[in-house]
């Protein structure tokens, strides 16, 4: 099975994102982290900012909003441009609804799970949203390592999708390196963010091939 690899721009240079994105056009997606500072307490990247990104990046923008009211944001993120948006469960009041308007927006509708949050809280979703992210780490901060406790839910998702019959994009966030990508692409995973990995790396392209390799199986 070939595997998605979105590079993860948290891990770049914040003042040279146009360069540092050409280093990794090899790559499928490239995750743009959105922190409020409340959702989670770090702060990041916005609108205006997400808004430029979709102008210059050769590689389509997946979206990852770590921030609180995704009701209110996540479909303005599908609107100006981004090709896949993913909002937390945990900060989410109507997420079938969500999930609709990111789709009529014009993006792909992804929900995501923090580490303590059952993949029970997204099954009834299967069916509606076109990716789940199963955090391996707790979000906020790039860097961190990889929980080998979240991979049953991997392992619980992809059963779920399989029986019913859905295609599902199963996205795994923190701590993916080559060491600890091939079991969660064995759990069920075929979406890998990674951002010191990637960005860490003086060859980046060379890490984006590395990760594709070591998920052959
Ligand atoms: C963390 C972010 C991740 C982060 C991953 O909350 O959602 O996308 O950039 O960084 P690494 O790959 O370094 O764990
Ligand atoms: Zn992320």
Request: hydrophobic share 50%; with cysteine.
């Amino acid at each position: 099975m070939s595997v998605r690899i979105a590079p993860s721009i948290l891990a770049a240079d914040f003042a040279n994102l146009e360069r540092d994105i050409r280093e990794v056009v090899s790559a499928d997606l490239l995750h743009v982290d959105v922190m409020d500072g409340h959702f989670v307490p770090n702060l990041t990247i916005g609108v205006p900012v997400v808004r430029r990104l979709a102008e210059v990046s050769p590689l389509p923008l997946d979206v990852h909003l770590m921030i609180e009211d995704p009701d209110h944001w996540a479909p303005r993120y599908a609107e100006l441009g981004a090709t896949s948006v993913t909002f937390h469960s945990e900060a989410a009041k109507k997420p079938r609804q969500i999930a609709t308007d990111i789709k009529s927006s014009g993006a792909r509708a992804s929900v995501a799970i923090k580490p303590d949050t059952p993949a029970e809280a997204v099954m009834e979703l299967l069916g509606v949203v076109d990716m789940v992210l199963v955090m391996t780490v707790e979000p906020g901060f790039g860097g961190q390592s990889f929980m080998p406790e979240t991979l049953a839910k991997l392992t619980a998702l992809r059963a779920a999708a399989v029986e019913a019959g859905t295609e599902l994009w199963l996205q795994v966030d923190g701590g993916i390196t080559t060491d600890t990508a091939p079991a969660a692409v064995a759990a069920g995973a075929d979406t890998l963010v990674a951002g010191s990995a990637v960005f860490g790396a003086s060859d980046r392209a060379r890490a984006v091939q590395a990760l594709r390799d070591v998920c052959q199986l």
